[in-house]
């Protein structure tokens, strides 16, 4: 399925969106490139599952829980990650086949334990179309 976005409200609007769909287990890998929305997009996530915190990228931590919505998110930022052993040291396994929802950024410098049933939205830019254009695909 593809979305056009042509602003933050378009992208925060998709994320919100899909997570009013989303069930216990799912996990979606967040693909795009530095500055593409995946924040935006997370936010909207939370917004979609009743999250009333603050949503910031969890670049340093890897991983940020919000447990206060319909289900839990767990937000992954893993571009800081030097090993996939490092997942390990975290828990990945609980956030990811627990009763929460996962979101993670940059999965694929890990998609070696990231189970088949994923579900991938790529974001990508196309200035042709507009500097705050988005194309967000979901697979």
Known sequence: MKYE???AEDTFAIGKQLAEKSKPGDIYLLIGDLGVGKTVFT????????IEDAVNSPTFTIVQTY??????????????????EE??????????????????EWA?????????NAI??????????GFDYREITVD
């Open 87 to 104: 997942m390990d040291e975290i828990g990945y396994e609980d956030c990811f086949f627990g009763q929460g929802v996962c979101l993670v």
């Open 120 to 129: 991938t939205i790529t974001i990508r830019k196309d200035l042709e179309k």
């Open 108 to 116: 694929n410098l890990i998609e070696e334990i990231i189970p088949e």
């Open 43 to 50: 936010q909207g996530f939370a917004k979609g599952l009743g």
């Open 5 to 7: 976005s042509f602003g």
């Open 67 to 84: 447990e206060d919505g319909r289900l839990p998110l767990y937000h992954f930022d893993v571009y800081r990650i030097g090993d996939v």
